[in-house]
């Protein structure tokens, strides 16, 4: 355990540091110009300009910026300060990681119960509900976020007035009730893709040898579905939902974007436009660590669900 | 002086909502039966909405096109930043919603032409309790007026000699050369006052979300998450008794796109907007819980000239070009009607004196109107038949690619090759900050206004050599003469008559080619009024109009 956890640790560190990297230099090489954002287009003089050049350290080159900012970051534990809004880039993402996580832990929770439940009752059971789920998960799939997001205001905050347009609330009710629609938008697609892999996943463990055999010894239907096709289906499941629900980070952007919300993705997006690089960077590494982590917490869970896995080696 | 920047939504949505799409197709001359004519320059426009008879309780949600990013003013100089210091802070000179100046926390007068002598009231103090003194008012011009103070005015100071406290409620500011226009500029942005021991100890961080700021006017900050929202609430002790807020709390959000502003509305999530053009407005004027008027504005579209070495070198191709372009159609996509036909680079809304002088130049001036034969003629005059241009724009912002469409659509129409360079919505501004960004591109549009109710503030940035917008060095002898004789004019009757003169001389030399002026928008739930429906917002008190109905 001890050994996984720092195996993992070693992970998280390099893909960070490769990262931030990657992403630094990439950003630089990207066209547009920060100064451009800094003075929204207006025609600076020389002098204000190289104020403002020189404020921002614009005037050194990349590498020499990316040790700046290396070395602020390890030795003072400062990311760097937004140039769009003259503010910590540690602040900006405290402000706005609240909102993104619970968005995500409402979406990822949407998935769970919907995509997983609705799978595997449609897997256990052909006919009618199997039909309607296929259905439906078929149009889910087909539709992307941001279309989901426009459908779901029109109808339910605009015609209904049921639920709130603009903004996260404050209070566990009132955040409920302003996360409940972009929550749906960013589960939408993610639901499809979960429901059927399980469905499929529970199909293929009810064609297998040992279940059938199970089935003709008489033991009870109950007992067959939990201890062989759900046991033996619970890994690849896992795997999917792990993965789509680590993927929901990056795509909260758009939903954050349509619904207002104050998350980091939406700060993401912006950033990378105006090309603010501590915010940019800063974000990034927050995502790259969300995707390492939750890919641990997936490994941890194989072993939990199947014992034959040892700690930290890849389920099959 | 200025014009809107960037959407960050607009890139986000713009594959998503068609209404946010690149530009839209252009109506057929049927659907133009309500286009304005352009006849009357401000008729049936005021900036008077109906007052407000009692206070307004709940808070007032206000969108803005983008978050604020600064509450420094000298940096201020798009919309978001305007519309939410002109709440906070109060200027020396004071703008009126009809667009003349008055006084603000000070008077001016010209005791010579090359002197300006502010006095100020006694009475104005900071949200702190501080007197506004003599000494802040120094502190504040002199910032704006430096060039490493990261100020962006410090150029409208450039016939400033010194700025000196000649006792504790006066200011002296002496000029090298007369100059009238520094009385409109100290009713804008760079006349702001900020409390100087604050700004001193904030020092770098004054104006950004740790430091905010100081200053006397009717709303104070109460909380802002940057890049999200900006809670203010009224100021108790606000010094004018005449203008005491009726709104206790107004919350400015950064909401970029159409789609959002409309359901926000729908919904009674936001409560008011001066927005700058709208896709959906039929949608919201349908809406009985909202108010929409329209009011006079300072600005104008137009399409920026920024390489005279080329096709557009030849004055009578942009003569050409500018007769080709279907102005009223261009209205009718962008504007619904709303919107004026330019007969020069001025909308009249930003006719702040000498009215009657800009009037009766105005009406001598022709309308403009599509004429492919004569334009033509013009071509071939100029040898300039298959010649090519290229026009910038960013398919990511609505207006400015359905200006740069119906611009390629006349070039075209008269024989000209026309070619789109079509950049993201962040790299748009370039075109206005960088020569290596303008390099290949002959033109792009652009919506620009002077900051305050003067023709001159716009030209002298487009047309006078050194100008902040003149990309392509234009210089016409004549236009910069009437220009520097204007600000040195006391009368404000001569005044006008000298910029209506360069105003002629631009519509006819083109240094830029207007395409439409349009009227002010302004969307506010039913319950709320009184906020002024004119360009006000971007210099002078609003909000503190408002209230309930």
């Not at chain 2, 920047?5 to 799409?21: F, N, R, W």
């Not at chain 2, 519309?83 to 008077?107: E, F, K, M, N, W």
């Not at chain 2, 990261?150 to 504790?168: D, E, W």
Request: with cysteine.
């Amino acid at each position: 355990m001890v050994r996984f956890a720092g195996r993992r640790a070693l992970m998280l560190v390099v893909a960070l540091l490769v990262s931030s990297f990657v992403i630094f230099i990439s950003l630089d090489l990207a066209p547009g110009n920060p100064l451009a954002t800094l003075s929204g287009g207006r025609t600076l003089s020389p002098a204000a300009q190289r104020v403002l050049t020189h404020e921002y350290h614009l005037d050194q080159p990349v590498l020499e910026r990316y040790w700046h900012w290396l070395t602020g970051a390890l030795l003072h534990a400062n990311l760097g300060t937004s140039i769009e809004y003259r503010e910590p880039v540690s602040s900006l993402i405290g402000q706005r990681i609240g909102v993104t996580a619970e968005l995500v832990l409402y979406a990822g929770i949407l998935i769970v119960l919907f995509g997983v439940g609705l799978g595997l009752l449609a897997g256990l059971r052909r006919g009618f509900l199997d039909n309607t789920v296929i259905a439906i998960s078929t149009v889910l799939a087909a539709v992307p976020s941001f279309v989901a997001a426009i459908v779901l205001l029109a109808l339910f905050s605009v015609k209904l007035g049921w639920l709130p347009s603009l903004g996260d609330g404050s209070g566990f009710a009132s955040t409920i009730e302003h996360l409940t629609l972009p929550a749906i938008a960013l589960a939408a697609s993610a639901f499809a893709v979960v429901v059927r892999v399980t469905r499929v996943t529970v199909r293929a463990e009810l064609a297998q040898e040992h279940v059938q055999t199970a089935t003709s010894r008489g033991i009870p239907w109950r007992l067959v579905v939990r201890r062989h096709v759900l046991r033996n289906a619970s890994i690849p499941i896992t795997t999917v939902v792990g993965i789509t629900i680590t993927s929901l980070f990056a795509l909260s952007a758009v939903v954050e974007q349509a619904f207002n919300l104050n998350g980091i993705g939406a700060a993401l997006v912006q950033a990378a436009l105006s090309k603010d690089f501590a915010v940019v960077q800063g974000i990034s590494l927050v995502l790259v660590a969300a995707f390492v982590i939750a890919n641990a917490l997936v490994d941890l869970l194989y072993a939990v669900l199947d014992p034959r896995v040892a700690i930290g080696s890849r389920a099959a | 002086m200025k014009r809107r920047t960037l959407t960050t939504l607009a890139a986000i949505t713009a594959a998503a909502l068609p209404l946010a799409a690149c530009g839209r197709d252009l109506p057929t001359a049927a659907q133009l039966a309500g286009a304005s004519s352009g006849a009357a320059a401000t008729a049936g426009l005021s900036p008077e909405t109906t007052p407000p008879t009692r206070n307004y309780n709940k808070p007032v949600v206000w969108a803005t096109y983008r978050p604020v990013e600064t509450l420094d003013p000298v940096q201020a100089f798009d919309y978001p930043e305007n519309s939410v210091d002109t709440t906070l802070c109060d200027a020396l000179q004071r703008q009126l919603p009809d667009g003349s100046i008055g006084p603000g926390l000070a008077t001016a007068t010209y005791p010579t032409p090359t002197k300006l002598v502010l006095n100020l009231r006694s009475g104005p103090t900071f949200w702190d309790g501080h007197p506004v003194t003599a000494a802040d008012v120094v502190y504040s011009l002199k910032r704006a007026a430096s060039p490493t103070s990261g100020s962006f005015y410090s150029l409208v100071f450039n016939r400033v000699k010194s700025i000196v406290a000649t006792s504790p409620s006066v200011v002296t500011i002496t000029l090298s050369k007369p100059d009238f226009w520094l009385q409109g500029e100290l009713s804008s942005m760079p006349g702001i006052v900020v409390e100087k021991a604050y700004a001193e100890r904030e020092g770098k961080k004054f104006g950004t979300p740790q430091g905010l700021t100081m200053c006397s006017g009717p709303y104070e900050v109460k909380k802002w998450i940057p890049g999200t929202s900006l809670t203010e609430v009224a100021n108790p002790h606000y010094w004018d008794s005449t203008l005491q807020p009726k709104v206790h709390e107004l919350i400015f959000k950064g909401i970029g796109d159409d789609a959002s502003v409309t359901s926000g509305f729908e919904t009674g999530a936001i409560q008011g907007d001066y927005p700058l053009n709208i896709s959906t407005l039929p949608q919201l004027q349908a809406d009985k819980n909202l108010t929409v008027s329209f009011g006079p504005s300072n600005a104008v579209d137009a399409l920026v000239i920024d390489n005279l070495k080329g096709t557009l070198g030849n004055v009578k191709v942009r003569q050409a070009l500018s007769m080709a372009i279907n102005r009223e159609a261009l209205i009718q996509a962008l504007y619904h009607g709303h919107a004026q036909l330019p007969r020069t680079i001025e909308n009249p809304g930003a006719w702040g004196y000498g009215q009657s002088v800009f009037q009766a130049d105005w009406d001598r001036l022709p309308v403009p109107t599509v004429n492919i034969a004569k334009a033509k003629r013009l071509i071939r005059q100029a040898g300039a038949e298959g010649q090519s241009i290229t026009i910038g724009t960013t398919s990511s912002i609505n207006s400015l690619a359905t200006d740069a469409n119906s611009v390629r659509q006349a070039a075209v129409s008269i024989g000209l090759k026309a070619t789109i360079d079509s950049v993201s919505a962040a790299n748009y501004i370039n075109f206005f900050t960088s020569a290596s960004a303008r390099k290949g591109i002959d033109a792009f549009p652009t919506t620009n206004y002077p900051d305050y109710a003067d023709p001159a503030g716009l030209y002298n940035t487009l047309a006078i050599p050194g100008g902040s917008q003149n990309y392509d060095d234009f210089s016409d002898p004549a236009i910069t003469n009437a220009l520097e004789d204007a600000r040195s004019t006391a009368n404000p009757d001569q005044r006008a008559a000298l910029v209506a003169k360069a105003g002629d001389l631009i519509a006819q030399q083109l240094p830029w080619i207007p395409l439409d002026a349009p009227n002010q928008l302004l969307v506010t739930a039913k319950q709320l009024t009184g906020a002024p429906d004119s360009f006000v917002y971007m210099g002078g008190p609003w909000a503190n109009m408002m209230g309930g109905r």
